[in-house]
């Protein structure tokens, strides 16, 4: 059977379709964290996602489910806190790789299903997690819109908020909460590193690239949703797990934008020269 065909296959649609919600809109909740220079932030939530999804697996909840619990706790505390920057979701990396070890030892689990959430359960999925991430694409397509222009504001011009006593909590905690649910779902489908992949890479190419802020979610979809497929077809036609296969494709196409940046500069450079 060609990767074309297990592409197609029935079998693996729900699969498909469910890690194409989740590529498309991670990206877009990335762009604002590295906007926010709180990148760190999907590590540490993802962290807790899956150390809450393995204790949900022990008592008998599906991973798509108890994934946000840990997630929307830490979210909660860091922004009712809050904290800003990288070091508090540190803390949380450190809390969710302890707790999710720890809970895959003493557990009938075991550290197979802990690798399991690490390394990704897209081939897994079934009509629960497609749902969540339909509901997730849902819920980012009608927060963003809002939440983009007052985050965008709160990034360049920080006192506005002090200055209009503008209820600046609400929104932060929506995005704070957001990230988390985004990172809980990203998680349980594509796994730990998958969905970070997915959050720091798309917005870092697109912010070496796009010439403006709608540019700049424009590539983070295209390049989640065209590294997922990539990614997808290279693991079923090499028998692969899907999760490394994901971050070794974004990664490769952050080496050629990169790449790509450098013959242009070297170019400019040139040209000059070229017509004296």
């Known amino acids: 059977m060609s990767a074309l065909d297990l592409f197609l296959d029935p079998l693996f649609r729900l699969p ?4 194409m919600a989740i590529a498309l809109v991670v990206p877009l909740i990335g762009a604002l964290l590295l906007l926010r220079d709180e990148w760190l932030a999907a590590l540490g939530l993802a962290h807790l996602a899956a150390a809450s999804a393995l204790l949900g697996l022990a008592v008998g909840l599906p991973a798509v489910l ?4 840990g997630a929307l706790a830490g979210g909660a505390v860091k922004s009712l806190t809050e904290a800003r920057g990288n070091l508090a979701y540190g803390f949380m990396i450190l809390l969710g790789w302890s707790a999710l070890f720890l809970i895959a030892a003493n557990t009938s689990l075991g550290g197979t299903l802990g690798h399991a959430l690490v390394d990704g359960q897209l081939y897994f999925a079934g009509a629960l997690e497609l749902i969540a ?3 997730l694409a849902g819920l980012v397509a009608a927060a963003l819109p ?3 222009p007052r985050l965008l504001r709160a990034r360049f011009f920080p006192h506005d908020e002090t200055a209009n006593r503008l209820p600046a909590h609400r929104w932060h905690l929506s995005f704070d909460l957001l990230s988390a649910l985004a990172m809980a779902i990203g998680t349980a489908t594509v796994g730990l590193m998958g969905a970070f992949a ?8 697109a912010f070496r690239i796009a010439p403006g802020w709608t540019w700049t979610m424009a590539i983070c979809a295209l390049v989640g949703a065209g590294g997922y497929l990539l990614a997808y077809l290279a693991a079923m036609a090499l028998d692969q797990p899907f999760g490394p296969v994901l971050v070794a494709v974004l990664i490769t196409l952050a080496a050629t934008v990169e790449a790509g ?3 242009i500069g070297r170019i400019r450079l040139v040209r000059p020269r070229q017509v004296r």
């Open 133 to 135: 991430a339909l509901a």
């Open 66 to 69: 108890g994934a946000p619990l």
């Open 261 to 263: 940046q450098g013959l």
């Open 198 to 205: 997915l959050v720091l890479v798309p917005a870092w190419i």
């Open 146 to 148: 809002r939440l983009v």
């Open 16 to 19: 498909l379709i469910t890690g």
